[in-house]
């Protein structure tokens, strides 16, 4: 039986929806990492894809509240996603 490997994109989703205390901290530095390291290659279109499914609509909030210090270009990609098929929490 094989195994199915979710994307770096969608991992960064699930690591942001359903955040515990213990691990809320050191899974927002991680995705910073990321985002830095690789936010020229992340496809877009799977956050796309998630939240137009209604899916992570507080996860991807949390990505752009990230990204906006981190890469201003990504995070006006990810707000141009949620004023199209989502919407802004708090």
């Not at 994109?9 to 690789?38: F, H, M, P, T």
């Not at 998630?50 to 899916?55: D, E, P, R």
Request: aromatic share 8%; proline share 2%.
């Amino acid at each position: 039986m094989p195994f199915t490997i979710a994307n770096i994109e969608l991992a960064i989703l699930e690591a942001l929806y359903n955040q515990s205390v213990v691990n809320k901290n050191y899974a927002e530095e991680l995705i910073k990492k990321i985002i830095r390291k690789n936010a020229k290659h992340l496809n877009t279109k799977v956050w796309e894809d998630c939240i137009k499914n209604n899916k992570h609509h507080s996860a991807i909030n949390k990505l752009y509240k990230i990204t906006q210090t981190i890469d201003p270009t990504l995070a006006e990609t990810i707000k141009t996603l949620i004023k199209k098929y989502s919407y802004f929490i708090g």
